[in-house]
């Protein structure tokens, strides 16, 4: 998942993103409410960590202007208070969940993986498309014409989910390096480049009659071989 921590404690929030991290999500990490409105505004992340007490704009507000402008993004709130009160002003707010800190890994990460669950992300074992089935448990490539599998790294398997996600359909560079490296990475398109080549080469091994198609000025897109 792709995952933004909107937290002042920088050791906590150094601490939230290691555990995200170990997991193998995808992490921005930010420490005042109005840069971790700016971010969220992006709508590319699966689930927001929010703090209460924030710099410059509170946990409240920045969730309520979310949802103003219709950014359902899943919130889960943090706070070092545990009243009723600052709980349902929280839920009032638009938040999905609630914390209190001090909390555990696990239930952090359980808490997260019911946010995604209940906005209707389905957990996949496999995509498919056309002839080839990603294996996402394994990260394993396979091809319906072959017996050939072949292992992608976690990048490579973040890629082709995204092209699987969305057939046919040109997906941009900027798109790419946002979904797979982050909001505030230094990426740039050679890393897109790099790891397209990776995949195509993949597909090639598996013998897919798919191929990764460069779309000059716009991006790429997975469809069948002309």
Known sequence: MNILIVEDEKRLADALSHILLEQKNIVDVVHDGADGLAYAESGIYDCIILDVMLPSMNGFDVCLELRRKKIMTPVLMLTAKDTITDKVKGLDAGADDYMTKPFSPEELLARLRVLTRRRGEVILDEMRYGDIVLHIDSSTLSCKNSDKKIHLNFKECEMLKAFLSKPNVIISKQD????????????????????????????????SQLEIQSIKKLGYKLSTKQ
């Open 176 to 207: 790419l390096i946002v979904k797979i490296w982050g909001y505030d990475s230094d990426a740039c398109d050679n890393n897109v480049e790099a790891y397209v080549s990776f995949l195509r080469k993949k597909l090639t091994f598996v013998g």
